[in-house]
């Protein structure tokens, strides 16, 4: 991302989106988790999970295909895009992304001091 670049509230650049992609695309079994804090992405997380078949690691072909890239791409921006505090998980289970979880946060002030 280029020094100095003003994003939207909400928006999630074109390379960290192409990065975020590219998790999915190696990921076989496991999140990919948005942060979101002040209506920014602040954080991206890989929780993988590699599953063991047959006394050997499990590794299978993602089967995401790259038609299905753009449209997923959107999904994850407009679903993002809701958030001013809180995550966006998506989940990937066999080697395809089979939902996504939104997790919002709301701060509580001025009940017995700041924050929660």
């Given at each position: 991302m280029q020094?100095?670049?003003?994003?939207?509230?909400g928006e999630?650049?074109?390379?960290?989106m192409d990065g975020i992609l590219l998790l999915l695309k190696e990921t076989r079994y496991g999140q990919i988790?948005?942060?979101?804090?002040?209506?920014?992405?602040?954080?991206?997380?890989?929780?993988?999970?590699?599953r063991v078949k047959e006394g050997q690691l499990a590794r299978i072909a993602c089967r995401i295909s790259e038609q299905a890239f753009p449209e997923l791409a959107e999904?994850?921006?407009?679903s993002f895009?809701?958030?001013?505090?809180?995550?966006?998980?998506?989940?990937?289970?066999?080697?395809?992304?089979?939902?996504?979880?939104?997790?919002?946060?709301?701060?509580?002030t001025g009940l017995n001091g700041e924050g929660i």
């Open positions: 020094t100095g670049m003003k994003l939207a509230p999630i650049p074109a390379s960290v988790v948005l942060v979101a804090q002040d209506r920014r992405l602040i954080q991206v997380e890989r929780r993988e999970k590699i999904r994850i921006r407009a895009r809701k958030l001013d505090y809180g995550q966006l998980v998506l989940v990937v289970k066999d080697g395809d992304v089979v939902q996504m979880e939104r997790t919002v946060k709301e701060r509580f």
